[in-house]
């Protein structure tokens, strides 16, 4: 009989548990032997199934030699934190699916795993139920790692998609997807992007192989997107999707951030809809590859927390190690990208050309709607600051 132990009770936590039971059958056959949660780790004390096994006292965990994995489900990144750090100092695997937590501290916490030999995963922590850590750092091992780039939250994405289906205002989507359990009471790490920007770092670091250091990473989210941003986009044949994107430059350096698209209708990710989710990775062999699948949700994330216990069971130490450099150097800030925009203004079409040169011309109702040449993020800031702009943003 294989113990674990889970760290947190909530959403993942609970899922995790049922997972454990319900497919017990063929995670025995694929490990050999019974899998069994032995403790859970609770902050408060409930009636229900698992009462029997929980504690509030870490040290239960911490000192039990039958304990081989622990399952970090609590979120935030100061408990988690600590008690991550002395699980891996006490020689147990951890599994995790909070990305604050590896955002912030992965790089320490994987050297502590190395040390120790045992292992740190959190293939949850970026994708939840899709599979994407895996095949970035295994399957694709042999590539180049150009770009990443996806919709990488749920609660966001299907925001989107209300406003563009049923012409409802931000607000009212908003409403709608805490109605229906999709957002948080506050939904701030979702709306305003940090929760597709915490991920957006750990893809990067994965990718690139050195530490992306989330204060730098730029993240706006769509609180502010007006309604008629989302129609005159559809209009011009474009949707607005939420994008975390981290891109390798030519010369070496790296950049990284989160912000709303404009993506041509044409594209796969443009159909990417309510709560789904989905990843593009670019590889200079394999050109690019998308995954796709439920990002959220307490089963899915479980699933590949279970995924990883299994792992780490089954192989001890990875054969190639994660990890990636501590030193943030070659970060370049995304306003030096260069791409095309979309901008709204009150001014005329005549004026914006006047401004900014070539441009695509979309809407002239009620001023001007416009699609720019290729320029930085600087230099269109710069540009905007002479016209009466109303909305700027990027077309991937």
């Known amino acids: 009989m294989i113990q674990i132990a889970i760290m947190g009770l909530g959403t993942v936590g609970t899922g995790v548990a049922k997972v454990v039971e319900e497919n ?10 019974p899998l069994q949660v032995k403790t859970i780790l609770v902050r408060h004390f409930k009636d229900g199934p698992y009462r029997d096994r929980m504690t509030d006292d870490f040290g239960r965990i911490e000192c039990d030699p039958d304990i081989r994995v622990v399952v970090e489900t609590i979120g935030g990144v100061e408990a988690a934190y600590e008690y991550t750090r002395r699980a891996l100092a006490a020689g ?4 995790t ?3 604050q937590l590896v955002a912030e501290h992965g790089c320490e916490l994987l050297a502590l795993a190395r040390e120790k030999g045992v292992s740190y995963l959190f293939e949850a922590s970026v994708g939840g139920g899709i599979p994407i850590l895996h095949p970035l750092t295994e399957c694709m091992a042999a590539n180049r790692i150009d770009e ?3 919709i990488l939250n749920g609660t966001t ?3 989107l998609t209300r406003m563009v289906r049923t012409g409802a205002s931000f607000a009212d989507a908003l409403r709608e997807a805490q109605e229906k359990g999709y957002a948080e009471a506050d939904p701030t790490a979702d709306v305003e992007g940090i929760d597709a920007g915490r991920k957006t770092c750990i893809l990067a670091d994965l990718a690139f192989g050195r530490q992306t250091d989330p204060a730098a990473v ?10 008629r941003d989302v129609k005159e986009a559809e209009q011009a044949g474009y ?5 975390g994107r981290a891109v390798r430059l030519e010369n070496g350096a790296r950049s990284a951030y989160v912000s709303p698209h404009l993506i041509s209708e044409d594209t796969p990710l443009a159909n990417v809809e309510d709560v789904f989710n989905a990843v593009v990775v670019r590889g200079n062999a394999t050109g690019e590859v998308m995954f796709y699948g439920k990002g959220a949700g307490s089963l899915p994330t479980a699933s590949a927390c279970v995924a990883d216990v299994m792992e780490a069971l089954q192989s001890g130490v990875r054969r190639t190690p994660l990890g990636w450099d501590p030193d943030p150097a070659g970060f370049v800030d995304p306003m030096e990208l260069s791409g095309r925009w979309y901008v709204r203004t009150a001014d005329s079409a005549a004026r914006a050309a006047e401004v900014f040169g070539q441009i695509q011309v979309l809407s002239e109702e009620d001023g001007t709607v416009f699609l720019t040449d290729e320029m930085t993020g600087r230099k269109v800031a710069e540009l905007s600051a002479g016209l009466q702009t109303q909305a700027c ?3 991937l």
């Open 97 to 99: 699916a909070n990305k």
């Open 148 to 150: 990443v780039y996806g």
């Open 24 to 33: 017990a059958r063929q995670i025995e056959r694929k490990l050999g032997e």
């Open 157 to 159: 994405n299907y925001i």
């Open 92 to 95: 147990k695997h951890v599994v």
């Open 393 to 395: 943003l990027r077309v």
């Open 218 to 227: 730029p993240m706006e989210g769509i609180s502010r997107l007006d309604l």
């Open 239 to 243: 949707r607005i999707k939420l994008l």
